[in-house]
């Protein structure tokens, strides 16, 4: 698909649901005691592969995704091998549930997800009781054995919030307390949903703290994914004539580092909660910003903003000076690894970049000149390309850019609304 530049992105987006919120939905109420109601899930591939295995363990699911009724029933033991897809939230943070359960499952994937790194669910899950069988000891296909599980009290080497909500889901069902200590916070929706259910749960900096309990069933409505909603908030910065406004957004702290980043690089951005329930929603205004500024992206924020790193690649582009990022070397364990992708494709399209192994440093106020790129199945860097795209000379043409359908199955959709060629 080639997407040629735009005379003007104007707008107001209702973004799709939060996609690492309905992953833990999703489970939380095949794991609760009486059923649940859950409005406004994701639909995409990713949460898709979560509901499949719940309802493959015997979860009973009645209604739609935009009102979906839980029926929670014992696991049963699967014959057929549970297929992750393409989704790295569903296969650690079912690997966590499934250590806790009594019954022997084995979990695949795509070749993609069959290349990202699972020693660091195994390592933690095996100290409590459970026992895998992988691929080079740290690869998909994983077989779990599951076990009746201790707490324990477990550093993790990287901040994730996907082993950190595996060990906690699998603490759940297990004898003792069960503590994480993170190097740096990483995003708490897990933690969150789990204090709103009455769930033992004590934070204190990096350190979660977690008492084995059983919970009821409870309502919830997705809100907006501010992930999704980033793209359309660096469009609107970096586009010489733009406006977007997006409602109904989440803006969880935890989630908000693309915004503060914005921020310091001087973007004319604003945001403001409007309503704080499990998670606090809000709106979020951007325009056109001719005077932002590149920076180096404090470390600590790293872990905060993982997923929207990339993206600030492409606002260090129309930056004045060099904009930095270092110490992300978990980017080049995603769906792709990011950094090459990031590079190479730049390269492709006319702007200058430099490589690092754990970042990149972008220097700024250059010119998108246009190409064909490949984001190697990659949703984000395939919709990251795109809004390039949009701020281009002559247009880039994104190969494969189906496979936005992992993460934002309508994001063109969103694209047409906001865009005048």
């Not at 966590?96 to 695949?108: C, D, K, N, P, Q």
């Not at 990287?158 to 994480?180: F, P, Y």
């Not at 708490?188 to 977690?210: A, I, Q, S, W, Y």
């Amino acid at each position: 698909m080639k997407i040629l530049p735009a005379k003007k992105v104007s707008g107001t987006l209702d973004v799709p649901p939060d996609k690492s919120i309905t992953h833990r939905a999703f489970i939380l109420s095949a794991l609760a005691e009486t059923e649940s109601t859950l409005y406004n899930l994701l639909r995409c591939l990713d949460t898709e592969r979560t509901y499949d295995i719940l309802k493959t363990l015997g979860t009973v699911f009645e209604g739609d995704w935009e009102k979906m009724k839980v029926v929670p029933r014992p696991f049963v033991e699967p014959i057929d091998p549970l297929f992750c897809g393409n989704s790295g939230t569903t296969t650690r943070l079912m690997s966590g549930v499934l250590a806790s359960h009594e019954m022997f499952t084995i979990l695949y994937g795509d070749p993609s997800l069959s290349r990202r790194p699972m020693r660091r669910v195994m390592e933690p899950l095996e100290m409590m009781g459970a026992r895998f069988m992988a691929r080079q000891n740290n690869f998909l296909p994983m077989a779990i054995k599951g076990n009746h599980l201790s707490g324990i009290s477990y550093k993790t080497p990287v901040a994730s919030a996907q082993v950190k909500s595996a060990i906690l889901l699998a603490g759940l069902r297990a004898s003792g307390r069960t503590i994480v200590i993170e190097p740096a916070k990483s995003r708490d929706h897990t933690e969150r949903m789990l204090k709103n259910l009455g769930v033992p749960v004590e934070e204190e900096g990096t350190r979660v703290v977690l008492e084995p309990s059983s919970f009821k069933g409870f309502k919830m409505r997705i809100p907006g994914d501010i992930s999704s909603a980033a793209f359309f908030i660096v469009l609107g910065a970096i586009h010489p004539n733009a406006r977007i406004t997006i409602t109904e957004v989440g803006l969880n702290p935890t989630r908000t580092g693309l915004l503060e980043v914005m921020k310091l690089m001087g973007a004319n951005v604003e945001w403001e909660i409007t309503e704080e329930n499990l998670e606090p929603i809000g709106v979020v205004r951007v325009e056109t910003s001719p005077n932002m500024k590149g920076i180096i992206v404090p470390k600590d924020m790293i872990p905060l903003m993982i997923d929207e790193l990339p993206l600030v690649a492409l606002l260090g582009v129309f930056a004045k000076g060099e904009t930095v990022v270092r110490g992300a070397e978990e980017l080049r364990k995603k769906e792709s690894d990011r950094i090459k992708v990031l590079v190479e494709n730049f390269r492709r399209i006319g702007v200058e970049v430099e490589e690092f192994r754990d970042g990149f440093k972008v220097s700024g106020k250059q010119r998108i000149k246009g190409g064909v790129v490949d984001p190697e199945g990659d949703h984000r860097m395939a919709m990251l390309f795109s809004i390039a795209g949009l701020v281009s000379e002559e247009g880039i043409d994104v190969k494969n850019h189906e496979c936005v359908a992992v993460s934002l199955p309508n994001f063109y959709e969103l694209l047409e609304r906001v865009m005048m060629v």
